[in-house]
């Protein structure tokens, strides 16, 4: 019954996209190698592949590898997510990857197999499996990274990203050892079944371990104190890369913090953590509105921005109850929506990847590119959290279950920091629509791909933030799935 | 003729949605529009706000006055979940209060259309726009019976304005937008807090999980809250800055000047005609009603910062050399003094202010109008730049000194029965603030009138002004329903008191008995 060699056709459909995933991303490779003339072709391929694994996904939830990977409601809400970045980003890219001949088939197997990673991370009930599938998400970004090898920020943002991600991973390892070490199991229900007898949880050995793992997943998130790469990653790194990694592996993350403290602390949040997870929301809401306030660089702004939407995300996680778990869920589905369209936008209204993405180069281009200009615009103002848009629905949930839990501080830094947002999101919305052009840009044009791209993103700010019944269902769904 | 009863049912039952969403629909038509189809645009832009319009005056029909306190809402209320796993609704409804601004929002909308169309506007398929979005934004605020829902509207009202003063404004438009969405910000989302708090607080007390107004008030005003005084007078704040910087009470009014002034003259008139009334509507239907108790604890403090605002407006606006300011600061003014009649808490004084709340929207949004129609041909806003140009603009003067006088007050005009009212009512609560409040009124008097004889009356020295040509037919068009109803309001004012007298008793009611405890 043990061991790895027992694979039976249920273990192998539980892990089906993922599987599919990597197996699509070396075919591309391959193709690429060998039948070069089909790179137009890779985008539709690759869109097809994510239609085929969302099928996959589909299958049977339940446990499988004897443990060791479990499908739930919460996984497959985070299939979803990932499936969808994948998507949008292949649509969005490939205007602008063709323009500078870098639509190599690498670039859409990387994704996938990040896509994977991400997807595994969140599957598995083994720490040891979180570990593989966090690698996995997390090599392919470094490669991503690094996309314009011979743009000097690019190489920098792969070893910028690489040596630090590097660095977080030893944490999460070690974590691992420790946790290991006091229990003699790495494995998630194993563990609460270990702690709900004892001492348990206040065991300084274990605090030490799980503030390690959280440290890990903290840098993923790019929380303060533990954000210090993303403003260099996010400037070099190409630009619908970073629309991928900064929303679903994000998100992976999240989730499974949330996994691994509520299968650790079943009763709630004890005494050094709630604090914990306060000030990480505290200090990433001021830190990073404040900073980016400053910033002249798009890029580097949204990757500031970033950090403060993941501090608002850190409220629910210091919350730590049903509701403010679908806050999340539903607050990181929106952030996905809106931040993708932010960058896809980004990517289409600047000179391109070898030259700096400066908001003046913003100027004019209401009038130049309405259509881009338009989605950036919403994004901006649902990034802001204004009604009707999906962004507005995420802050309400948030914020409603620390209201409701008593946690007035929170929210009220929280609100403060949407107030200081405010301040330069908008003036991204003021250069596209209110500034004379002062130097041309030259853009990539849309394509029919990245006009399906904006029809998307468009359509999924608006129309969840008016009608989010079916996205909190599955919200709410995702977290009865958690382990109780 | 259409029977007005088959209109309604052709409309369905669901009248205050059509309504809400009639002018989006305008906007969403808009967007497939060439910009060079100027004809095609105003014709949207006529039919989706007059459409909206007709659709007002058909509430107006179907309203019953005669029922008193919250039932008033249920002949027309609109309820279906939107949010059920938060309790959340898509909840309206109408009462006289918000029924009364309902009309003069989808008139004023219609009429800034109007006037638009005699300017020379750039982009003016965005421009059309941006207002049909407000003004769903304005309708949705007022009839919104879920806390959630009010706050989605409130919200949505900012982005349009602040693209039409920050696209179509004067030279300093993007400071002065920038302002304004900060200021207006920032108080929303003290509010959506306390929002959210109250909700709270009433799922703790009632086991309810729910954002409707109709289960708020009475459970609130009754005390089946059980606040503690801190936590009363928090949430009491936490609605009433909202509402006192969108007011704009001083000292939380100088987004105010920067705004007006900066903004085009529709943007003008609908941010004096509609955007002000809905901070003091918001006091009546959600700060002073759901926190009696701590409206009455902090009236003097608001009274005193009322009259504090009521003479330095006025002061303010008698220095000024820019008339669209002085106009503004006019406005700072004039609120104040509702503001002060609503926390008089009396039946007149309430009354008073809610009939000047239409009146200072349709005087002041005349004088923004004519104003607008001046600037548009010598493109300076400076007193000194005119004078003595009433017998080249005989039309455009009569109109202003219309209008001027209906805001000083003259007798006969729409100004007199709101401020009388107001006066009377506040006189009966406290003789002092009547005394302090009345001099307001005189200053009211003299700035204005100064303003008059400097820009029209007098010799004609300024030679740009001898080619100034008189207001358009747009133009006009725009002005004169403003200028009948300020007459026959002012003359015959009773529809309007017998109109919201149910919904201000009601509030009175809930304020009195928290205050007698």
């Known amino acids: 019954m043990t061991g790895f060699l027992h694979v039976s056709p249920a273990d192998l459909a539980t892990v089906g996209p993922e599987t599919f995933l990597c197996v699509l991303g070396i075919a591309l490779i391959l193709l690429d190698a060998f039948a070069r003339s089909l790179r137009p072709a890779f985008p539709y391929l690759t869109l097809a592949g994510v239609a085929a694994a969302n099928f996959l996904g589909g299958y049977a939830p339940g446990s499988a590898f004897a443990g060791a990977i479990e499908g739930s409601e919460l996984t497959r809400f985070v299939d979803l997510l990932a499936l969808a970045a994948v998507a949008l980003v292949t649509l969005g890219a490939d205007a602008l990857l063709s323009r500078d001949k870098r639509n190599q088939g690498e670039f859409y197997a990387l994704l996938l197999w990040s896509a994977a990673g991400l997807m595994l991370m969140v599957k598995g009930n083994d720490l040891l499996v979180v570990f593989i599938g966090l690698e996995l998400m997390s090599i392919a970004l470094y490669v991503l990274a690094a996309w314009y090898r011979d743009v000097p920020e690019a190489t920098e943002a792969g070893m910028k990203y690489f040596l630090m991600g590097a660095f977080a991973s030893t944490f999460f390892l070690y974590g691992l050892a420790t946790v290991y070490g006091r229990l003699g199991s790495t494995r998630l229900t194993t563990l609460k079944g270990a702690l709900a007898g004892g001492e348990g949880f206040s065991d300084p050995m274990l605090q030490i371990g799980l503030l390690a793992i959280l440290s890990a997943l903290a840098f993923k998130i790019a929380l303060v104190p533990f954000h210090a790469w993303a403003p260099d990653v996010y400037q070099g790194m190409t630009t619908p890369a970073v629309a991928f990694l900064s929303t679903a592996p994000k998100a992976a993350a999240v989730v499974v913090a949330v996994k691994v403290l509520a299968t650790l602390a ?219 | 003729m259409l029977d007005s009863s088959t209109s309604i049912q052709w409309l369905g039952a669901d009248i205050l949605t059509t309504l809400v969403f009639l002018p989006s629909l305008g906007a969403l038509v808009l967007l497939f529009l060439s910009n060079e189809a100027k004809n095609a645009i105003r014709a949207v832009g006529l039919l989706a706000s007059g459409a909206t319009f007709a659709v007002s005056v058909a509430v107006l029909q179907k309203f019953n006055p005669a029922i008193a306190g919250m039932e008033a809402f249920r002949p027309l209320l609109v309820d279906r979940p939107w949010i059920p796993r938060f309790g959340i609704r898509y909840l309206m409804g109408v009462d006289g209060l918000s029924l009364i601004l309902v009309v003069l929002t989808t008139l004023l909308t219609l009429l800034v259309l109007v006037f638009s169309f005699g300017q020379s506007i750039p982009k003016l398929r965005g421009y059309v726009a941006a207002f049909l979005v407000l003004e769903t934004g304005m309708l949705g605020s007022l009839v919104a019976l879920d806390a959630i829902l009010f706050y989605v509207f409130w919200e949505v009202m900012l982005v349009p304005m602040y693209f039409i003063i920050g696209i179509w404004g004067g030279k300093r438009r993007i400071y002065a937008t920038m302002k304004f969405v900060l200021f207006t910000l920032a108080g929303s989302l003290l509010m959506f807090v306390g929002i959210l708090f109250a909700s709270g607080v009433h799922a703790r007390t009632t086991g309810i999980l729910t954002f409707s107004l109709l289960e708020w008030i009475p459970a609130a005003s009754t005390g089946v809250w059980s606040l503690t005084g801190t936590q009363e007078a928090l949430l009491f704040w936490a609605f009433a800055l909202a509402f006192l910087v969108k007011v704009p009470l001083w000292p939380l009014h100088t987004w105010l000047p920067d705004a007006h002034v900066e903004a085009p003259t529709g943007g003008s008139i609908i941010l004096a005609g509609v955007l002000l009334k809905l901070g003091t509507y918001g006091l009546l239907r959600f700060a002073i009603p759901l926190f009696p108790g701590a409206a009455a604890r902090y009236t003097p403090l608001i009274a005193v910062l009322a009259l504090i605002g009521i003479v330095y407006g006025a002061w303010v606006a008698a220095a000024q050399k820019d008339m669209k300011k002085l106009v503004a600061y006019s406005s700072v003014s004039h609120l104040a003094l509702v503001v002060l009649g609503i926390f008089a808490g009396n039946v007149t004084a309430v009354s008073g202010a809610v009939l000047q709340m239409v009146g200072h929207g349709l005087t002041t949004g005349l004088l923004f109008l004519l104003v607008g129609v001046l600037y548009e041909r010598r493109h300076t806003r400076e007193m000194a730049d005119y004078g003595g140009i009433a017998s080249q603009v005989p039309v455009t003067t009569t109109l202003f000194v219309i209008a001027m006088l209906g805001s000083v007050g003259l007798p006969g005009l729409n100004g007199f029965v709101g401020e009388f009212l107001i006066l009377a009512g506040v006189f009966k609560a406290n003789v002092v603030w009547a005394a302090i409040a009345a001099t307001g009124l005189i200053l009211g008097a003299i700035y204005l009138l100064t303003l008059t004889q400097k820009v029209f009356w007098g010799p004609n020295r300024v030679k740009a002004n001898l080619g100034l040509t008189d207001i358009n037919a747009w133009e006009f068009a725009a002005a004169f329903p403003m200028i009948v109803l300020v007459v026959v309001l002012g003359v015959w004012p009773q529809p309007v008191l017998d109109l919201v007298r149910n919904s201000v008793e009601t509030v009175v009611q809930i304020a009195a008995v928290r205050m007698v405890p």
């Open chain 1, 266 to 484: 079943p009763a709630g949040l004890g005494e050094p953590w709630r604090p914990l997870l306060s000030i990480l929301a505290i200090l990433s809401i001021l830190f990073g509105n404040v900073v980016a306030l400053a910033q002249r660089d798009l890029k580097r702004m949204l990757a500031y921005s970033g950090i403060a939407q993941m501090g608002y995300v850190a409220i629910g996680l210091a919350t730590f109850d049903g509701p403010a778990f679908e806050g999340i869920l539903v607050f990181l589905a929106g952030y996905l929506a809106t931040n993708v369209a932010a960058f896809l936008a980004v990517a289409a209204l600047s000179n391109g990847e070898k030259e700096p993405h400066p908001l003046a180069d913003l100027a004019g281009m209401g009038r130049q590119r309405p259509f881009a200009a338009t989605v950036l615009t919403l994004a901006m103002f649902s990034l802001t959290g204004l009604p009707p848009t999906v962004g507005f629905i995420g802050k309400l949930l948030v914020f409603r279950a620390a209201v409701d839990a008593g946690l007035f501080t929170l929210a009220l830094v929280g609100i403060f920091g949407s107030l200081v947002s405010a301040g330069y999101y908008l003036r991204v919305v003021y250069y596209l629509w209110m500034k004379e052009p002062s130097r041309e840009v030259d853009a990539p044009q849309e394509d029919v791909l990245s006009g399906a791209a904006y029809i998307l993103v468009t359509v999924a700010i608006l129309v969840l933030g008016v009608l989010p019944r079916p996205l909190l269902d599955m919200a709410r769904a995702a977290v009865q799935s958690l382990p109780r």
